[in-house]
């Protein structure tokens, strides 16, 4: 009895969110294929449209949630710091470059792409590269669990720290690569095959319908999130991030289960990369550094470690920040002030407060999940004495 | 527990008696092998590089070994606080980039010397006591407002302010220093000495006049003093320290001033010596740095030292020697370095491996 009642239970909460993704995810694209493009409205709107939220930033943020849901499945669910997850976007990114584009220029593979049979180089459908970027990151994200996986939280940032530097350097030096050139050097691979959908080949410029194929990718990676966090695996990352001790004498298989955690987050990462490869027509080596790892993981802490709705607002805010807002409101505050301040070079600072002040001051982050909550603030519980304690489980 | 290389290595391995359960007994053999088939792979590198050219492998250990003194002088100031807190201080490196920062402008506009005479000296002198002042403030300052309170949060909490902290200090640097390369004129006689064929330049030579020192005055104030004492007792046992009588805050307080003086010199020693500031040097850096202290033994000081040393070294070598990757390698390298010490031999050279009791 008990049983069933819980599991409707799971299955509707589980299915509550699709009809208002599908309505706000809906609205957003007739807005922005339809409605700006469209002649007869106010010329002002249009032009604060394209100032504060373009097309191509709504995609970015996309892209950037798509990654950031899969860094949480790493450190906000089974509590493991990852300070390299760049390392899996540039892999995902060079799998696109590598299987969709003219890059092998001496092979001529075209296994349903979208691109004449006879165009040099692989050319493999953009959705199979998707599963392939996504396969070869799993991998990849085993390879370097598999021997680390053992050593304690802070140690693990380290190794994982190495990994996201040698990896983008392997492709920044990688145009002569014991002989070989694996990824164009600096110059990076230009031109990405556009998106078959069926009725039409999306190219770069096609941001509306481009639109709708980042919301699916979102919409899937929120799916697998939520049914994961539900399931046993889900439950047992939960229990190693509350407490890797008790889970192993509860009988969790500790590297078994944190390897999972690290496959489906590098999973996640070369989907947002390959999905970024298409977004911006290219592979560029350059792009792939160390910020790009602790961009993600701020946008996971200041939504809320472990909560996907959280994590969503905090990568769609800071991704807004870093990639329109903040030029744009340096636009307007210059125009009106008069001044010339540069406000682009306030990232880090920005970054540095939103980490720090929200470690010192809300911990749990802007949409908290209950457990993580309580989890974090152990320390205030034991270092008061019993009645202020008591209130503050009370409240 | 302490590890020579070399002959030595293989009668240690003999003699000891691998003890433990059967899981435990397989991972220190595998363990083992891998750290003998690693130092022996790194042994021939070093030596067919050494029949090939051993004026070049001479000069480039040399300028190796300068580079890798400022990376025991950072790395330091990572082990205290590791030691003390069991926190990795990202914001070390950036503290080291602020003090090279902090030092060109003292010299070069405050003060006005640009070239090495009297003056110069008495600059320098005047520089060195500055800066260290400086990184000490800084350091302290940064435990007082942040770390300090989240000193009982899980670990995460502190981990991920120490990330912010740098990208704060980074911040400063780039609105300080530009967001270009900086040069400025250096203080230091810049002439070379010849032995044999060999030639050393004054300037690591002076860093090591400098350097030095620095690091025995510390050893000698964290094993001889009385608040020495303290740090290490309060490394040991925080609430122990605090029934007999330490004050806890103070001693975490002087252990980050410390640090940050070591990071303090070793800014102005590396600016000293390459004569260029970047504001994102400080990243790079630190975690050369900090794998030097890892390489050492986090948390054991003459472990920072010769980790640090052996990463300059390594680094030089790669750099450039004949046979070895390049230059555009050398970051991998260094992180390989880590990767692989952290695999095999997470406790480092000369730290103790630290079981948890439950």
Redesign the interface.
């Known amino acids: 009895m008990a049983k069933t009642s819980v599991a409707n239970n799971v299955t509707r909460s589980n299915r509550k969110w699709i009809i208002g993704y599908s309505i706000t995810g809906f609205i957003l694209f007739i807005t922005y294929q339809f409605l700006i493009p469209w002649e007869g409205l106010p010329l002002g709107i249009y032009d604060a449209v394209y100032r504060w939220m373009p097309p191509s930033a709504i995609n970015e943020s996309l892209v950037y949630v798509i990654m950031a849901l899969g860094l949480n499945i790493v450190?906000g669910y089974a509590?493991l710091?990852d300070?390299g997850y760049v390392a899996f976007w540039a892999i995902g990114g060079y799998c696109a470059g590598w299987f969709m584009s003219e890059f092998f220029y001496f092979l001529n593979i075209n296994f349903f792409g979208s691109v004449p049979a006879e165009a040099p180089g692989i050319h493999i459908n953009f959705w199979m590269v998707l599963l392939l970027g996504g396969f070869i990151c799993a991998f990849f994200g085993v390879l370097i669990g598999a021997?680390?996986l053992r050593?304690k939280?802070?140690?693990l940032?380290?190794?994982t720290?190495?990994?996201g530097?040698?990896i983008p350097?392997?492709f920044f030096?990688g145009e002569n690569f014991f002989g070989f050139n694996i990824s164009n050097g600096t110059k990076g691979i230009v031109g990405v095959d556009p998106i078959p959908v069926g009725v039409k080949d999306l190219g770069p410029f096609d941001f509306g319908w481009k639109l709708l194929i980042f919301l699916l990718l979102t919409a899937i990676m929120v799916f697998v999130s939520l049914r994961l966090r539900k399931g046993r695996l889900g439950r047992a990352w939960l229990a190693i991030r509350e407490d890797e001790?008790a889970a192993s004498m509860m009988g969790v298989p500790l590297m078994r289960t944190k390897l999972a955690s690290y496959a489906v987050g590098a999973f996640a990462g070369g989907l947002g990369g390959v999905a970024f490869a298409t977004h911006v027509n290219g592979v560029y080596a350059e792009r792939f550094n160390?910020t790009i790892s602790?961009f993600l993981?701020a946008m996971v802490?200041l939504g809320g470690m472990g909560n996907v709705w959280g994590v969503i607002l905090g990568a769609f805010i800071l991704s807004w920040v870093n990639g329109n807002g903040l030029t744009a409101f340096g636009q307007l505050y210059n125009e009106q002030f008069g001044t010339e301040v540069d406000f682009a070079?306030?990232t880090?600072?920005l970054?540095?407060?939103?980490?720090?002040l929200m470690?010192?001051f809300k911990?749990e982050g802007l949409l908290p999940e209950s457990r993580l909550k309580l989890?974090?603030h152990?320390?205030e519980l034991?270092?008061e004495d019993a009645s202020t304690s008591k209130k503050k489980v009370g409240k | 527990m302490n590890e020579g290389n070399g002959v030595t290595l293989a009668k240690v391995v003999e003699a000891k008696k691998f003890s433990g359960t059967p899981g435990q007994i397989r991972q220190q053999r595998v363990e083992r092998i891998g750290a003998i088939s690693i130092s022996a792979l790194a042994a021939v590198w070093m030596l067919v590089n050494l029949i090939k050219a051993p004026e070049q492998f001479a000069q480039v250990a040399i300028s190796g070994l300068r580079n890798g003194l400022i990376y025991a002088l950072i790395a330091l100031g990572y082990t205290l606080v590791y030691g003390i807190i069991e926190l990795i201080n990202f914001a070390h490196g950036d503290l080291f980039m602020l003090s090279a920062v902090f030092s060109s402008f003292f010299i070069t506009y405050w003060m006005g010397a640009d070239q090495s005479n009297g003056y110069g000296w008495f600059a320098f002198g005047l520089c060195l006591i500055a800066v260290m002042v400086f990184g000490a403030v800084i350091n302290v300052l940064i435990e007082r407002l942040a770390y300090r309170r989240l000193r009982h949060a899980p670990r995460l909490a502190p981990l991920i302010t120490a990330v912010g902290m740098s990208f704060l200090l980074n911040f400063i640097g780039l609105k300080w220093n530009g967001s270009t390369p900086r040069q400025w004129p250096t203080v230091i006689p810049s002439g070379d000495i010849y032995i044999g064929e060999i030639r050393i330049s004054m300037i690591t030579i002076w860093l090591f006049l400098v350097g030095f020192p620095l690091l025995l005055a510390l050893n000698y104030l964290v094993t001889n003093t009385k608040q020495g004492k303290a740090m290490r007792a309060t490394s040991q046992d925080r609430d122990a320290s605090t029934l007999m009588g330490i004050n806890v805050n103070k001693t975490i307080a002087f252990t980050f001033a410390l640090g940050g003086a070591m990071a303090g010199a070793a800014g102005l020693l590396y600016q000293q010596s390459i004569g260029t500031t970047s504001y994102n040097l400080g990243f790079q850096l630190g975690l050369i740095a900090f794998t030097s202290a890892v390489l050492g033994g986090i948390g054991n000081l003459w472990g920072a030292v010769v980790g640090g040393l052996l990463i300059g070294l390594i680094q030089g070598l790669n750099d450039g020697l004949p046979i070895a990757f390049g230059q555009a390698w050398s970051q991998s390298v260094v992180f390989t370095i880590l990767i692989i010490i952290l695999v095999f031999k997470p406790a480092g050279l000369l730290g103790k491996a630290v079981t948890e009791k439950v």
Not at chain 1, 351 to 356: Q, S
């Open positions: 450190v509590g710091l300070l021997p680390t050593l939280s802070d140690y940032a380290l190794v720290l190495g990994f530097e040698i350097q392997v030096n001790l160390f602790i993981l802490v070079s306030f880090f600072l970054f540095g407060l939103v980490l720090i470690m010192l911990r989890m974090l152990e320390d034991d270092d």
